[in-house]
């Protein structure tokens, strides 16, 4: 299961855009959202958040 990005935590840091290894994050209205068919489910995001708003869907 794909990790995702709940928009009402994230404050639009871009923090996980980078510790992404496929890509599979991008900006999506001053916030960020997983692209769960891109997703490998490594895990590498949810720590970079400084907000918690990154986990498992």
Do not use: L
């Not at 990790?3 to 991008?26: F, H, M, N, Q, R």
């Not at 958040?49 to 869907?57: D, E, G, L, N, R």
Request: net charge negative.
């Amino acid at each position: 299961m794909a990790y995702k990005i709940d928009t009402e935590v994230c404050v639009g840091c871009g923090a996980c855009e980078g510790t992404c290894p496929v890509t599979a994050i991008a900006a999506k209205d001053d916030k960020y959202a997983i692209d769960a068919d891109k997703c490998v489910d490594c895990g590498a995001c949810e720590g970079s958040c400084p907000v918690s708003a990154i986990a498992k869907a």
